[in-house]
T-cell receptor, first 113, second 115 residues
Framework: GENVEQHPSTLSVQEGDSAVIKCTYSDSASNYFPWYKQELGKRPQLIID?????GEKKDQRIAVTLNKTAKHFSLHITETQPEDSAVYFC????????????FGKGTMLLVSP | EAGVVQSPRYKIIEKKQPVAFWCNPISGHNTLYWYRQNLGQGPELLIRYENEEAVDDSQLPKDRFSAERLKGVDSTLKIQPAELGDSAVYLCASRDRGRDTGELFFGEGSRLTVL
């Protein structure tokens, strides 16, 4: 099955700095890569996703890049704000149709004012 | 639009006791998932339903866990008997398979503590 590795496990930045979280996956057939944000005690929520036919996608201060050859994808957050503090999970599907997501172990992002 | 509803939010039981969690997905969502999230970890799939059919239960510990989704709407996840290692947050999620999106909508979870 699919295996998703996520790094770092914790990331501390100053407000206004950029943050980068990286994930690798094992199954070359995976073709959908979402990122979820989970605030403390809350439910995970989708913040951005990318499909394998696209190399980069942006949405305001967040962006995701995908390198299918190397089987890794990354989340980039620019101009970080304290409200960006949360746990971020990457995920990948082992096959087409978004059937079952395999999640990474998460990255706790702390943004200090 | 109402989100995914789960109950109970919190449950504390002693080991060897049974426990059940309930999930009501977003109306019209065909796909329903049960995930388990251990402290400091990502969600791990227990079972996925397409309508009322369990299509991926390979990670469900079938000796003590069971699930059902009668009529393809609500779902119940049961643990009997519970063990100390079952302490976790049990997340239900749903997705609209008819839309070209992979977005999962999660409930707020049921936090289980086994003493």
């Amino acid at each position: 099955g699919e295996n998703v590795e996520q790094h770092p496990s914790t990331l501390s930045v100053q407000e206004g700095d950029s943050a980068v979280i990286k994930c690798t996956y094992s199954d070359s057939a995976s073709n959908y890569f979402p990122w979820y944000k989970q605030e403390l005690g809350k439910r995970p929520q989708l913040i951005i996703d990318i499909r394998s036919n696209v190399g980069e996608k942006k949405d305001q201060r967040i962006a995701v890049t995908l390198n299918k050859t190397a089987k890794h994808f990354s989340l980039h957050i620019t101009e970080t704000q304290p409200e960006d503090s949360a746990v971020y999970f990457c995920a990948a599907t082992p096959n087409s149709g978004y059937s079952t997501l395999t999640f990474g172990k998460g990255t706790m992002l702390l943004v200090s004012p | 639009e109402a989100g995914v509803v789960q109950s109970p939010r919190y449950k504390i039981i002693e080991k060897k006791q049974p426990v059940a969690f309930w999930c009501n997905p977003i109306s019209g969502h065909n796909t329903l998932y049960w995930y388990r999230q251990n402290l400091g970890q990502g969600p791990e799939l227990l079972i996925r339903y397409e309508n009322e059919e369990a299509v991926d239960d390979s990670q469900l510990p079938k000796d003590r866990f069971s699930a059902e989704r009668l009529k393809g709407v609500d779902s119940t996840l049961k643990i009997q008997p519970a063990e100390l290692g079952d302490s976790a947050v049990y997340l239900c999620a749903s997705r609209d398979r008819g839309r070209d999106t992979g977005e999962l909508f999660f409930g707020e979870g049921s936090r289980l503590t086994v003493l």
